[in-house]
């Protein structure tokens, strides 16, 4: 699964994006509205679903 990341903090966006690589998701990160609108534009079959990492 493929995962999009819009984040506009350095630090939370850095720790989410590390703690979903570690269990393995493929994580993309974009920090604007706008930048999430093109991602989601892309053919890389992002999800909208809530998920709970096992990263602690």
Do not use: H
Request: glycine letters at 4%; proline letters at 2%.
């Amino acid at each position: 699964m493929r995962i999009l990341i819009v984040e506009d903090d350095k630090i939370i966006g850095d720790g989410l994006v590390q703690c979903l690589l570690m269990d393995n998701y493929a994580v993309d990160w974009v920090e604007t509205k706008e930048s999430a609108e093109t991602a989601f534009s892309l053919p890389l079959n992002y999800r909208l679903k809530k998920m709970m990492s096992t990263c602690s």
